[in-house]
């Protein structure tokens, strides 16, 4: 069965060290089912000069030089590019950031991505990744017109946020319904900090938000995410302990097993979020634990978890 890997990043140095071309198909060789993937922005190689609100863009030219590399090259193809803009911008500059994307992308250009993960006082000093959006960014006035913008122009529009904040994602989700919205990470449930130590307490109120999130039918959900150390499952902080496949699928599974039942499989993707979650997990190990989540549903769902829901929300 085809893979698709919606969700990577690339950059020569974020603080996990280089993950370059020859990193990913490190990774994306080890399970040769894997063909295609997608870029999902990550502050990298910004311009450093010319007008702020396309600084942005270095990072789509970045990008689209080394998916031209993966397509000349043998192993998966970087097919989509889904980029950073500040959603909040008047119209006639969003459009000329958009603009910009799509002229610099090779055809690859699909989406914007301006997250809405905001990081409480309490909380900043435990995460690995803190989030830097406002706080109430998702009911800015300007933020909603632009994200109903994205599909006015037929763009998806990502979000990574923590799980508090799914409920923010909701009235923003009902109140631009024409715009297709990924939510990546599952919403990031943390386990760090504050969190720590309240799993069970925090999935059931996850799970009541992803029952929510599903009655919209604009929402699209990403599986994965959840071995960044700040989802607190520890597997990070010594390499004796990165789970097997089986040791992943018994502490993740009834996560994967809720939102698939509540989206259906047409609504879901699997996603690596490679290399974040490579400091916890090998590639590998990923993927095949995805094959025993899905073991139990049909030929047409595994294929649209695999490949066809990221094929289609991202017209690859």
Same mark, same amino acid.
């Given at each position: 069965?085809?893979?698709?890997?919606?969700?990577?990043?690339? +950059?020569?140095? %974020?603080?996990?060290?280089?993950? *370059? *071309?020859?990193?990913?198909?490190?990774?994306?060789?080890?399970? =040769?089912?894997?063909?295609?993937?997608?870029?999902?922005?990550?502050?990298?190689?910004?311009?450093?000069?010319?007008?702020?609100?396309?600084?942005?863009?270095?990072?789509?030219?970045?990008?689209?030089?080394?998916?031209? %590399?993966?397509?000349?090259?043998?192993?998966?193809?970087?097919?989509?590019?889904?980029?950073?803009?500040? *959603?909040?911008?008047? *119209?006639?500059?969003?459009?000329?950031?958009?603009?910009?994307?799509?002229? $610099?992308?090779?055809?690859?250009?699909?989406?914007?991505?301006?997250?809405?993960?905001?990081?409480?006082?309490?909380?900043?000093?435990?995460?690995?990744?803190?989030?830097?959006? =406002?706080?109430?960014? $998702?009911?800015?006035?300007?933020?909603?017109?632009?994200?109903?913008?994205?599909?006015? %122009?037929?763009?998806?529009?990502?979000? +990574?946020?923590?799980? =508090?904040?799914?409920?923010?994602?909701?009235?923003?989700?009902?109140?631009?319904?024409?715009?297709?919205?990924?939510?990546?990470?599952?919403?990031?449930?943390?386990?760090?900090?504050?969190?720590?130590?309240?799993?069970?307490?925090?999935?059931?109120?996850?799970?009541?938000?992803? $029952?929510?999130?599903?009655?919209?039918?604009?929402?699209?959900?990403?599986?994965?995410?959840?071995?960044?150390?700040?989802?607190?499952?520890? +597997?990070?902080?010594?390499?004796?302990?990165? =789970?097997?496949?089986?040791?992943?699928?018994?502490?993740?599974?009834? +996560?994967?097993?809720?939102?698939?039942?509540?989206?259906?499989?047409?609504?879901?993707?699997?996603?690596?979020?490679?290399?974040?979650?490579?400091?916890?997990?090998?590639?590998?190990?990923?993927?095949?634990?995805?094959?025993?989540?899905?073991?139990?549903?049909?030929?047409?769902?595994?294929?649209?978890?695999?490949?066809?829901? $990221? %094929?289609?929300?991202?017209?690859?």
């Amino acid at each position: 069965m085809e893979i698709v890997d919606p969700h990577h990043h690339l +950059w020569h140095d %974020r603080g996990f060290g280089a993950y *370059l *071309l020859d990193d990913l198909r490190d990774d994306t060789d080890s399970v =040769p089912d894997v063909v295609e993937t997608v870029f999902v922005e990550c502050g990298a190689e910004y311009r450093t000069d010319g007008p702020d609100h396309l600084r942005p863009v270095g990072e789509t030219e970045f990008v689209a030089a080394i998916a031209d %590399r993966s397509a000349e090259t043998d192993g998966a193809t970087i097919t989509g590019i889904v980029a950073a803009a500040d *959603l909040r911008l008047p *119209l006639e500059l969003l459009d000329e950031v958009l603009d910009a994307h799509e002229a $610099a992308a090779g055809g690859r250009f699909r989406g914007i991505r301006d997250a809405l993960c905001h990081a409480t006082v309490d909380l900043r000093p435990h995460l690995t990744i803190a989030g830097r959006a =406002p706080e109430g960014k $998702a009911a800015d006035p300007d933020f909603r017109r632009g994200v109903a913008r994205l599909g006015v %122009r037929g763009f998806t529009y990502d979000t +990574w946020h923590y799980h =508090p904040q799914n409920q923010e994602f909701l009235e923003l989700a009902r109140a631009v319904p024409e715009t297709t919205m990924v939510l990546d990470h599952f919403g990031t449930p943390l386990g760090v900090g504050p969190w720590a130590g309240r799993r069970d307490e925090i999935f059931a109120g996850w799970r009541d938000d992803v $029952a929510a999130l599903a009655e919209c039918p604009n929402v699209v959900l990403k599986l994965g995410g959840m071995a960044m150390p700040d989802n607190g499952f520890g +597997w990070h902080a010594d390499t004796a302990d990165r =789970p097997d496949v089986q040791t992943f699928v018994d502490a993740q599974a009834s +996560w994967y097993d809720h939102a698939i039942d509540r989206f259906g499989a047409d609504r879901c993707m699997f996603e690596s979020n490679f290399p974040v979650d490579r400091l916890s997990l090998d590639y590998a190990v990923y993927w095949d634990a995805m094959r025993r989540v899905a073991a139990s549903r049909s030929d047409a769902e595994r294929d649209a978890l695999f490949a066809g829901t $990221a %094929r289609r929300v991202y017209r690859l």
